[in-house]
């Protein structure tokens, strides 16, 4: 993204001659996706990518090692999928041996139910429809589990039996990309049943969901605010949000619904300018943190960033700024960037996660570089969940296997990547964004009160 090859190859190679996965470890399904299949199957993107728009990041004689890393490691996940009777995978697999005897046979939402975008794009690459097969029948098990009454998705399942164990249905950790991941799927592979769950799914959202005023940025009432709810009755859980749930206003923005995003997005900025960062867990009823420390996650930063592409606010560039100096004032360390143990002591940890580097630091540097060529019309990239890019071209659009897909009957309909935005949301989700509507994003009484609810004022 930066446009140094000389690192990226250096880097690229260094994997190639170094990495291993015939190790008797045993890892997060779900993190070992996201965050190394992603990076592998994205740099192999890189590197094959006829264009080259970064500048020339080909490697001498690559032989498509990348891929076959990536293939190495999806099969050493595979058995979480195996001796399920729900198909939603067990969490955690040892990569030798597969999943351990004394698995637990509960998982969360998003954990289960949000693979399928890089499982997908190993199987198009590979023209072996395994991966995607797997995925896709856990995110249909998970779906098929939903409540009647709400639509809603509690955040932690038995994979055995298919009871809810946690009926919590929020936006933030235990669910959080799994919505991501419908809409991410069908931006990427044009599968018209991924697009119907996420409309269905973010209807209920809305209906369930939302609380305060309906039209974000005037009238009466609260401003709007998502909060954790009972999958079954809608009844409110709890009075906390946490800091995952940031990501939703940059989803938000995917599909549309500026305003909402523009709104949603001022809150947490509201609680980042009281401390400097986001506590993992903020209570908006005490106006304090439940859970006090902030790992350096990106989500702020990936909706700021999503929200700038989107309006061009200036507004956006000095909540980067914003992000940017705290960052600098409360978590540089010597060796790189410290989870902060404590948002109000301001006391650090020894970790930095891999996201730090993956999200946050390249949202932060594609939001201040408008000349990046992943802003360049032509150029067409998603990120996946773990901020690593992927093009979203015409080789992700055929899958010659559609036959033996599961519950494959209806979704033999295929939208061509420039037919993305006509689709039928509910009226306020295909909203194309005015730049001069936001020239001011937020009225000043709507920031007053948000202030007040975060106890800045
Ligand atoms: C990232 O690993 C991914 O974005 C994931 O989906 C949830 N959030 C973390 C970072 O906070």
Redesign the pocket.
């Known amino acids: 993204v930066m446009g140094n090859s000389s690192e990226f190859q250096k880097a690229v190679k260094l994997v190639i001659d170094t990495v291993s996965f015939d190790k008797d470890s045993t890892v997060q399904v779900f ?1 070992a996706t ?2 190394v299949l992603g990076s592998l199957l994205s740099a192999h993107i890189i590197i094959t990518d006829t264009k080259q728009p970064f500048g020339d990041m080909t490697i001498k004689d690559y032989d498509n090692e990348l891929l076959h890393m990536a293939h190495d490691l999806a099969v050493r996940l595979l058995p979480a999928f195996e001796n399920t009777k729900t198909g939603i995978p067990y969490p955690r697999v040892n990569l030798k041996t597969g999943v351990p005897p004394d698995s637990n046979n509960e998982t969360c939402t ?1 954990g289960a139910g ?1 693979l399928l975008v890089e499982f997908g794009i190993l199987s198009r690459l590979l023209g072996d429809s395994t991966f995607e097969w797997v995925a896709r029948r856990a995110v249909k098990a998970l779906w098929s589990l939903r409540s009647n009454n709400t639509g809603l998705l509690g955040n932690v399942v038995n994979i055995q039996t298919g009871h809810w164990v946690g009926r919590q249905s929020g936006l933030g950790a235990g669910s ?2 799994f919505y ?1 991941y419908l809409l991410k799927s069908y931006i990427l592979f044009g599968e018209k049943e991924d697009l119907e769950m996420f409309s269905d799914a973010y209807r209920s959202i809305q209906n369930h969901l939302r609380r305060g005023r309906e039209a974000c940025n005037e009238g009466e009432g609260d401003p709007p605010l998502y909060v954790n709810v009972n999958m079954f009755t809608g009844q409110l859980m709890n009075t906390w949000i946490d ?2 749930q940031a ?1 939703f206003p940059g989803l938000q923005v995917l599909i549309g619904d500026v305003e909402d995003a523009i709104c949603l997005h001022a809150f947490y900025y509201a609680i980042w300018k009281r401390y400097g960062a986001l506590p993992e867990r903020y209570n908006w009823q005490l106006q304090a943190p439940d859970v006090s420390f902030y ?1 350096l ?3 702020l930063v990936e909706s700021t960033y999503l929200l700038y592409q989107a309006t061009k606010n200036p507004f956006y560039l000095h909540v980067g700024m914003d992000i940017l100096q705290s960052l600098e004032k409360y978590t540089k360390a010597k060796c790189g960037y410290a989870t902060l143990h404590h948002v109000v002591e301001k006391t650090k940890e020894d970790r930095m ?1 891999s ?1 730090f580097l993956s ?1 946050t630091c390249k949202y932060l540097y594609l939001l201040f570089d408008e000349e990046n060529p992943l802003h360049k019309s032509g150029n067409k990239y998603m990120f996946t ?3 690593h890019i992927v093009s979203v071209d015409e080789r992700f659009r055929n899958s010659l296997w559609q036959d033996i897909l599961p519950g494959e009957e209806d979704s033999a309909e295929k939208m061509k990547p420039s037919e993305l935005k006509a689709v039928n949301f509910s009226s306020n989700c295909n909203r194309v964004p005015d730049e001069r509507r936001y020239l001011l994003p937020l009225k000043s009484n709507y920031m007053r009160q948000i202030d007040r609810m975060v106890g800045l004022i």
């Open positions: 993190e996201i965050r998003a949000s959080d990309s991501e800091s995952l990501f790992p996650r990106p989500e996660e996201f999200e969940t773990e901020g």
